[in-house]
């Protein structure tokens, strides 16, 4: 099984930053894509952003060139720079994984519990 445990969320001012970390532990053969969404109130949960274990990565059309995702794939942990941050971007940030538990097992997703991010001044 995998575990995601995030941190980083918080209060900032409009125009300020935050940095998200995601660290998958437990015992898994790989971690394939890694991905963060988010979840305003009364809104649907939506992509910000996923890399590949190659590094290719998307970006939602709302966050791009805001926001940078980077991933550490020897500490298993993803990463979501935050810059320019608007109140728009408040939500409740989650983690997603795709994760194998031996060479040939199914590809397996995961869900962080999610980490408050509020922009407000």
């Known amino acids: 099984q995998v575990q995601l445990v995030e941190s980083g969320g918080g209060l900032v001012q409009p125009g300020g930053s935050l940095r998200l970390s995601c660290a998958a532990s437990g015992t898994f053969f790989s971690i394939d894509n890694m991905a963060w969404y988010r979840q305003a109130p009364g809104k649907e949960r939506e992509l910000v952003a996923v890399i590949t274990t190659g590094s290719i990565i998307h970006y939602s059309d709302s966050v791009k060139g805001r926001f940078t995702i980077s991933r550490d794939n020897a500490k298993n942990t993803v990463y979501l720079q935050m810059n320019s941050l608007k109140p728009e971007d408040m939500a409740v940030y989650y983690c997603?994984?795709?994760?194998?538990?031996?060479?040939?097992?199914?590809?397996?997703?995961?869900w962080g519990q999610g980490t408050l991010v509020t922009v407000s001044s």
């Open positions: 997603n994984a795709n994760w194998r538990g031996t060479i040939y097992g199914r590809n397996l997703e995961v």
